[in-house]
């Protein structure tokens, strides 16, 4: 079993830049692909971004695409996702996720283990 910790969250101008964390203690934390989601008021979680399980592989969404990066250092048991060029429309609740699967995908389904969440706002 794998419980992700998110953190990093903040407030930022838009251009700006952060970088969210998240710890998934659990010692199969290498098995697993990992993803970020993000949340706003009223819509559906959505998908951001998902790397495999040994980092080598990784899939974005459109949206974000050029300038969001996921990484993860399995040593540390944890997973980044490095925003830059943020815009407000980033505005959202991120979550990190343990996926039950060793490839990155962009289905909520396929992701087993939730964080919290970390709060993510752009100012214009």
């Known amino acids: 079993q794998v419980q992700p910790v998110e953190s990093g969250g903040g407030l930022v101008q838009a251009g700006g830049s952060l970088r969210l964390s998240c710890v998934a203690a659990g010692r199969t934390f290498s098995s697993y692909a990992m993803g970020w989601f993000r949340e706003t008021p009223g819509e559906e979680r959505e998908f951001v971004a998902a790397?495999?399980?040994?980092?080598?592989?990784?899939y974005y969404a459109d949206s974000v695409k050029g300038r969001f990066t996921i990484s993860r250092e399995h040593a540390e048991n944890t997973v980044y996702l490095q925003m830059n060029s943020l815009k407000p429309e980033d505005t959202a609740v991120y979550f990190c996720?343990?996926?039950?699967?060793?490839?990155?995908?962009?289905?909520?389904?396929?992701?087993?283990?939730w964080g919290q969440g970390t709060q993510v706002t752009v100012s214009s």
């Open positions: 790397v495999n399980w040994n980092g080598e592989r990784t």
């Open positions: 996720a343990a996926s039950m699967y060793g490839s990155p995908t962009f289905r909520r389904e396929d992701y087993a283990y």
